[in-house]
Nanobody, 132 residues
């Protein structure tokens, strides 16, 4: 059974850090692009914004403007797991964070819009709450 499971969310204060994990099972992640997406409170899933992504192969990374310099996306193919290190968290970072794996590409743009191609799998999300 194909699954992506996010973990690592929680309640933190502004300025603190979290590291999210996205563990894949039922398929090998190394040939998939991985993306992280943010769904703010009260927003529909169609309003999810791209936060960061990392390609398969050379591991090219993309970030939205709002997280550049604060978040780092990475992957450990041996562990079939991807990560999102979140630093200097802000209250506006609050929300559900989803990871997705796509057989083609995931490119996140400055605005948070994104391009995704190929068969894609999504996790069920992990909640991050940042208090001011």
């Amino acid at each position: 059974q194909v699954q992506l499971v996010e973990s690592g969310g929680g309640l933190v204060q502004a300025g603190e850090s979290l590291k999210l994990s996205c563990e894949a099972s039922g398929f090998t992640m190394d040939t998939y692009a991985i993306g992280w997406f943010h769904q703010a409170p009260g927003k529909d899933r169609l309003e999810r914004l791209g936060v960061a992504s990392i390609s398969s192969g050379v591991g090219h990374t993309y970030y939205s403007e709002s997280v550049k310099g604060r978040f780092t996306v990475s992957r450990d193919n041996d562990k079939n797991t991807a990560y999102l290190e979140m630093e200097t968290l802000k209250p506006e970072d609050t929300g559900l964070y989803y990871c997705a794996a796509a057989a083609g590409k995931i490119e996140v743009y400055d605005s948070g819009t994104y391009f995704m191609s190929g068969m894609a799998y999504w996790g069920k999300g992990t909640l991050v709450t940042v208090s001011s």
